[in-house]
């Protein structure tokens, strides 16, 4: 056995990329570790920015980016623990199938609930010594439950969200109104495409909700307001690189997600509430497993729910800026660096005590591009049958729509030769355009 106890581990990160969330939490991983555990990310695709890596190098990780197949594999041999950084990429897909001959301690950390598209493969979390969930909520997913029900020692749950306590909680007087802003993916595969229909009810005509992120859907949600008679309910600020200006100076968190989204640490609203900044979502999975009703924040479900409770922070500003303290002394003691360190230390410790095996990759997702893209799918006959009514109906049709984020047009364009890929994703722009 390599890497004895005790001795130096390394841990060999294989991701797509070091991009948003996922590089935020890498480095939190590294900068709470202890001493003893050397971290070495292998990246696949080139970086649209440097910001984490730069930060990894600086915490005294090492960063590869798209190394050749010998020098992935060579890393990947000599290390105690490789780390997969899950998601439905197509980079990654394709990089696992081809390591079948490769023998290694493998643990997955989720970044994706699982929970609807797309779905945890069930047969390469089998392969997996160890699985990590992101959230709690993944332990609903059909996947995740089977392999619960078989294998329950080797799925832990370790969230991504850390490095709260970093930026101070502004200081927020009772005597200030109530200022609503909402920070985050304005994609409708994320953000609920009915956001607007849920202030429908609200009795205060000037309420304004200030929208930092993409401008995506802009003249959408717009026209939407327009059409409810509330022109100026979104003010729309585009992305912003100063998250935490920005929700120092809101005090109300309007976080109306996508039912069907893919989520799972949900870092903008911990942020939120790390800065005491009062959250009111929906009755979904992973918000659910962060918000507590009534004491952090608030969890509705209707338009008549929204209107209430926006009603009642409007009149007791007390409560409000109490409830906003709560959710700051909550996530900050909750979700931390040497939370998250210390939990995947234990992990690795466990893992140590096995020897390297192999694994099946290609068996448990398919050695072919579609192959690797139905393994993700939550009903992959609604591709193999061109069932495309059915694929497209209710929410989950943003999510399949995507130009990226693992869908079919982003798998076409990785593998463009691939003849079932080309037709699916023609099919379905060529409906959407219609």
């Not at 979104?234 to 929700?247: D, I, K, S, V």
């Amino acid at each position: 056995m390599s890497g004895a106890v005790g001795d130096m581990l390394t841990i060999v990160h294989l991701t797509a990329h070091l991009g948003g969330g996922v590089g935020k939490a890498m480095c939190s991983l590294v900068a709470g570790g202890r001493q003893g555990i050397k971290h070495h990310f292998l990246c696949l695709e080139r970086p649209e920015k440097q910001l984490w890596i730069e930060q990894l190098r600086q915490l005294g990780a090492q960063v590869s980016v798209c190394p050749d197949r010998a020098q992935l594999e060579h890393i990947l041999r000599q290390a105690d623990v490789v780390q997969l950084e899950w998601w439905n990429h197509p980079a990654t897909l394709h990089c696992l199938a081809g390591l079948d001959g490769i023998p290694m301690r493998l643990v997955s950390w989720c970044h994706v609930s699982g929970l609807f598209s797309p779905v945890l493969p069930l047969g390469l979390l089998e392969v997996c010594d160890q699985v990590v969930l992101t959230s709690a909520c993944s332990l609903q997913a059909e996947g995740i439950a089977k392999l619960q029900a078989r294998r329950p020692r080797r799925l832990r749950v370790i969230s991504s969200g850390s490095g709260l306590a970093n930026q101070p909680i502004p200081e927020r007087a009772v005597s200030q109104p109530l200022q609503a802003g909402y920070l985050g993916s304005l994609n409708f595969s994320k953000l609920h495409p009915r956001y607007v229909e849920y202030f429908r009810l609200v009795a205060d005509k000037t309420l304004a909700i200030r929208m930092a992120g993409d401008v995506l859907n802009q003249a959408l949600l717009q026209e939407q307001a327009a059409r409810m008679d509330r022109p100026g309910l979104l003010q729309f600020e585009g992305f912003t690189a100063r998250p935490g200006e920005f929700l120092s100076q809101i005090n109300v968190l309007p976080y109306l997600l996508n039912p069907t989204h893919y989520g799972t640490a949900e870092n903008a609203l911990l942020e939120a509430m790390a800065m005491g900044v009062l959250p009111i979502v929906l009755a979904n999975p992973a918000e659910q497993a962060i918000v507590q009703h009534g004491h952090t924040g608030f969890v509705i479900e209707t338009p008549q729910e929204m209107a209430q409770v926006l009603h009642m922070l409007q009149q007791d500003p007390a409560r409000r800026l109490e409830m906003g303290l709560a959710a700051a002394r909550q996530v900050r003691a909750q979700f931390t660096d040497t939370a998250m360190a210390e939990s995947f230390a234990a992990c690795y410790q466990d893992l140590m005590s096995q020897d390297k095996g192999m694994h099946a990759f290609s068996r448990a997702i398919g050695s072919q591009p579609e192959q690797w893209f139905l393994s993700c799918q939550p009903q992959p006959q609604q591709f193999l049958q061109q069932q495309w009514s059915e694929l497209l109906n209710g929410d989950g049709r943003y999510a399949v729509l995507e130009q990226t984020k693992g869908s079919v047009f982003h798998f076409h364009d990785c593998f463009p030769e691939n003849a079932q890929l080309s037709g699916w994703s023609k099919a379905l722009a060529c409906i959407n355009a219609n």
